[in-house]
């Protein structure tokens, strides 16, 4: 069974930094590129992130481009997200996703609250 | 960036009446490798969301047959042929043809 797991998620002040974790299982890891969306309280659904299969490639949302970094360790079937400057439009439930061939996989989501 | 425009955004529906949902993208959603990808996603209360329909029309496994999608271009609906109580949530178009990716800003369906 496909399975994702994010971890890290917590309370930060503005301007800190924080980061999430996604670890993976069911599925060969190594193979799919891996995503990160997030949703802000009570709003919609925002792409924050996408790396590909063997890291090479990443993509940003220009509201976190130079602020975020994706990575992922495919020796330990996990995926990541390197916050910084975080700012209060940056408070979220943040999601890893993972389409494998034709099914799509969602975490549970990790919370992030930036405040003082 | 691709904005996706979806309507209505709040939908009162009957038990076993049909529903449908219409999205609306800035650009066309059609790929240099031919393919649309346009997908519509299912998020319950409290739940993560789920993808219910894929490339335009193509059923997620396990998803329900009264769930169908249509579409092309630059204009797409989702129908749910006969509501149930399950499908209460808040539904989402999301175009992956043009980095950013982009979600529309979801339709809450509700029973009457």
């Known amino acids: 069974e496909v399975q994702l797991v994010e971890s890290g998620g917590g309370l930060v002040q503005p301007g800190g930094s924080l980061r999430l974790s996604c670890a993976a299982s069911g599925f060969t890891f190594s193979s799919y590129v891996m995503h990160w969306v997030r949703q802000a309280p009570g709003k919609g659904l925002e792409y924050v992130s996408a790396i590909s299969s063997n890291g090479g490639t990443t993509y940003y949302a220009n509201s976190v481009k130079g602020r975020f970094t994706i990575s992922r360790d495919n020796s330990k079937n996990t995926l990541y997200l390197q916050m910084g400057s975080l700012r209060a439009e940056d408070m979220a439930v943040y999601y890893c996703?993972?389409?494998?061939?034709?099914?799509?996989?969602w975490g549970q989501g990790t919370l992030v609250t930036v405040s003082s | 960036d691709v904005v996706m425009t979806q309507s209505p955004l709040s939908l009162p529906v009957t038990l076993g009446q049909p529903a449908s949902i219409s999205c609306s993208s800035s650009?066309?959603?059609?790929?240099?490798?031919?393919?649309?990808?346009l997908n519509w996603f299912q998020q319950r209360p409290g739940q993560s969301p789920r993808r219910l329909i894929y490339?335009?029309?193509n059923r997620d496994s396990g998803v329900p047959d009264r769930f169908s999608g249509s579409g092309s271009g630059t204009d797409f609906t989702l129908k749910i042929s006969r509501v149930e109580a399950e499908d209460v949530g808040v539904y989402y178009c999301m175009q992956g043809t043009h980095w950013e990716w982009t979600f529309g800003q979801g339709t809450k369906v509700e029973i009457k």
């Open positions: 490339k335009v029309s």
């Open positions: 650009q066309s959603l059609v790929h240099s490798d031919g393919n649309t990808y």
């Open positions: 996703r993972g389409v494998v061939g034709t099914t799509d996989c």
